[in-house]
């Protein structure tokens, strides 16, 4: 049977999940939260690039920023770069691969200018259908910088465009609004702008962002002004570290923002020595942080301007930077999505590469929720967008090609590349690896304990993608492996996922007739070819977690129907980001052009994650092409290995 009409009979086969129906977490639910907690938290602003790479950047950025604990982002309405369209700058795009490819909760900025109620309403429905729950309400500028011009059929004010947003999506939506600390330029009073703000709190807002200040004084009199006349809504403080000369009267000009003379003064005496400029930003913004902090204020909203070193070293002298991966609810970043909110179990094949699989299953209406083999019938969708900016290498093609080789001669300068990245050490070029088609980022921090293995296993041709080592009873706070949260307990099975030649493969099967406790599943590039001894529909669990007064939670699990699906995308990377930094006919691509032809893509799973892992023994055997020895204490894997070749009436 072929692996196409495998698929199509196991899906059929699936019993389907009860869909459980659940809305996202608005954002005010999670500040109030915080708040009931007494735990102090922080959010992040961020505004669309102006080009493909800065959308790559970004999106890079998102990441990196992700691990410190963000309660959320937003992103800004640039007007300039059609910001409901489908471009990769666009705010709605950006918005939307913070939410759904980085797991970042997402407020999406929406402004009254150049629009009509239609658009409005029509810029809402679509941030809705990409699981967009939070709007930050804004009149906004005038584009042109002159005076403020209301478009025929749109909106005057904020207020008329949270009321909108009730009157058409009742709360579905969570609404933020702007404070403005010293007064709304525009506004002929201080008074008459509190006014202004309390109606657009009755009209439905739920908290309130304010503009940027130098006083923590200023803000706490703000705050006490808004309770004086009726605004209880959660206040949030907007604070920008200042990381530039440039960028200070730059913003300064547009919010026509009166800075503190002290400040000037430090700033312009240092103003030509960037460095010193950022090193006083960063504490002065660290000193009005802790003033707010100690007076009460539960969390702080950072104006980024696209950077993270100043908002980050500023976190990190709070205390609240949270780089634990301890924290994790599940060993993989979900998706913020709501429509996601359940999903608690996906195949390891994308741990490296979650983005692609988000992107893949995005048209699934459930997703697995407890055990993947009663969830979802798994209906992947085609890779072929790989140019897409939040799927591709962050690495450009000149950098890529230093990395992995300006000349492939043979298999061999393959093999060397793969072991540089996962030792950290130079190249022949003297270039550090730092990515590979299939890995985009650094190793995970658990595969520092088998570095050494891995790298003696590359550079003897078997290239390896994806491994995790054997974990029995580990605390679930720990650096390492920890997820889910304290007081439990998690455990996995060793895997390693690799490509290997034909050669290799036949040494491997003899080897592993006498391993009764490893599963395996081989299968080359168009599936011609396959060899498994696992069952063909049933998951196996290679990861799992024990906690107080839950059901064990199985987040990670070896679906070999997935696995069909993955080795599309596995091996048209070697073609896609590899393949194609060479001229076509050059040795360099028939090199890659070669391996992507004959080799296998092979997965393996140790299930005696007790005794340890015997993976390392079996694979040493392939080198040497000696005899595998010893077993498992009781059990085995699976039965005699099954040839899964697709016939020509398939």
């Known amino acids: 049977m072929s692996a196409s009409n495998l698929e199509r009979q196991h899906a059929e086969e699936r019993s389907p999940v009860q869909k459980k129906h659940h809305h996202g977490q608005k954002i005010i639910n999670k500040i109030k939260k915080k708040v009931q907690k007494?735990?102090?938290?922080?959010?992040?602003?961020?505004?669309?690039?102006?080009?493909?790479?800065?959308?790559?950047?970004?999106?890079?950025?998102?990441?990196?920023m992700g691990q410190g604990g963000p309660l959320f982002c937003d992103v800004t309405w640039h007007l300039?770069?059609?910001?409901?369209?489908?471009?990769?700058?666009?705010?709605?795009?950006?918005?939307?691969?913070?939410?759904?490819?980085?797991?970042?909760?997402?407020?999406?900025?929406?402004?009254c200018t150049n629009a009509t109620k239609d658009d409005i309403t029509a810029y809402l429905k679509k941030a809705k259908r990409k699981g967009i729950r939070n709007i930050l309400a804004l009149r906004g500028d005038s584009p042109d910088g002159g005076d403020w011009k209301t478009k025929e059929n749109g909106f005057s004010y904020s207020t008329d465009l949270v009321r909108h947003i009730r009157e058409q999506f009742g709360d579905y939506f969570g609404v933020c609004v702007a404070g403005y600390p010293n007064g709304h330029p525009d506004c002929s009073s201080y008074e008459e702008d509190l006014r202004h703000l309390k109606e657009k709190v009755d009209a439905g807002a739920d908290f309130i962002i304010t503009q940027l200040f130098f006083r923590a004084e200023v803000f706490i009199q703000f705050v006490q002004d808004c309770r004086d006349i009726g605004i209880t809504v959660p206040i949030i403080p907007g604070i920008m570290p200042i990381q530039g000369y440039a960028s200070l009267r730059h913003l300064v000009q547009l919010s026509k923002l009166e800075v503190p003379k002290d400040i000037r003064d430090a700033v312009e005496s240092i103003k030509d020595d960037d460095e010193a400029v950022r090193e006083f930003g960063i504490t002065q913004c660290t000193k009005l942080c802790q003033q707010l902090l100690q007076a009460g204020i539960p969390g702080i909203h950072f104006y980024t301007l696209n950077r993270e070193v100043a908002v980050r070293e500023v976190l990190k002298n709070l205390g609240m930077w949270n780089e634990n991966p301890a924290r994790r609810p599940l060993p993989w970043r979900p998706s913020a999505n709501a429509k996601r909110s359940t999903e608690d179990v996906r195949p390891i094949f994308w741990a490296s590469r979650p983005k692609s699989y988000i992107y893949r299953t995005q048209e699934w209406d459930e997703f697995p929720n407890g055990r993947w083999g009663n969830s979802s019938s798994p209906a992947f969708g085609d890779l072929k967008d790989?140019?897409?900016?939040?799927?591709?290498?962050?690495?450009?093609?000149?950098?890529?090609?230093?990395?992995?080789?300006?000349?492939?001669?043979?298999?061999?300068?393959?093999?060397?590349?793969?072991?540089?990245?996962?030792?950290?050490?130079?190249?022949?070029?003297?270039?550090?690896?730092?990515r590979l088609p299939w890995n985009d980022d650094e190793l995970a921090l658990e595969t520092s304990l088998i570095v050494d293995r891995l790298a003696k296993l590359n550079r003897h041709g078997?290239?390896?993608?994806?491994?995790?080592?054997?974990?029995?009873?580990?605390?679930?706070?720990?650096?390492?492996?920890?997820?889910?949260?304290?007081?439990?307990?998690?455990?996995?099975?060793?895997?390693?996922?690799?490509?290997?030649?034909?050669?290799?493969?036949?040494?491997?099967?003899?080897?592993?007739?006498?391993?009764?406790w490893i599963n395996y599943h081989l299968i080359n590039h168009d599936g011609s070819k396959e060899m498994t001894n696992s069952d063909e529909k049933l998951p196996i669990a290679v990861t799992w977690g024990v906690f107080p007064g839950k059901e064990i939670l199985q987040p990670t699990v070896v679906d070999p129907v997935s696995f069909h699906f993955w080795k599309d995308e596995a091996f048209a990377l070697w073609k896609q980001q590899w393949g194609r930094l060479y001229a076509e006919g050059s040795q360099s691509r028939g090199v890659i052009d070669s391996i992507y032809d004959s080799y296998y893509l092979v997965n393996l799973v140790d299930n005696d994650y007790v005794g340890g892992n015997r993976l390392w023994e079996i694979l040493d055997k392939v080198v040497s092409s000696g005899p595998c020895a010893g077993g498992a204490a009781d059990g085995t894997a699976g039965e005699t290995a099954k040839s899964v070749t697709p016939t020509p009436s398939d």
């Open 462 to 516: 078997i290239l390896t993608i994806n491994s995790q080592p054997a974990v029995n009873a580990v605390s679930s706070t720990d650096p390492k492996f920890g997820w889910g949260g304290p007081g439990g307990y998690v455990y996995q099975k060793a895997y390693l996922e690799f490509f290997m030649s034909p050669a290799k493969v036949e040494t491997l099967l003899d080897i592993l007739k006498e391993c009764k």
């Open 38 to 64: 007494g735990e102090k938290f922080f959010s992040l602003e961020f505004f669309p690039p102006r080009t493909v790479s800065g959308a790559i950047n970004l999106t890079s950025r998102f990441d990196r």
């Open 386 to 434: 790989y140019y897409l900016f939040y799927l591709a290498s962050k690495g450009k093609p000149g950098e890529l090609k230093k990395m992995w080789g300006e000349e492939l001669k043979d298999e061999a300068d393959v093999a060397r590349v793969f072991a540089c990245y996962i030792t950290g050490e130079n190249n022949a070029a003297g270039v550090k690896v730092t």
């Open 80 to 111: 300039a770069g059609n910001p409901a369209g489908d471009s990769e700058t666009s705010s709605m795009v950006i918005a939307s691969t913070a939410l759904n490819y980085c797991g970042l909760e997402t407020m999406l900025h929406l402004t």
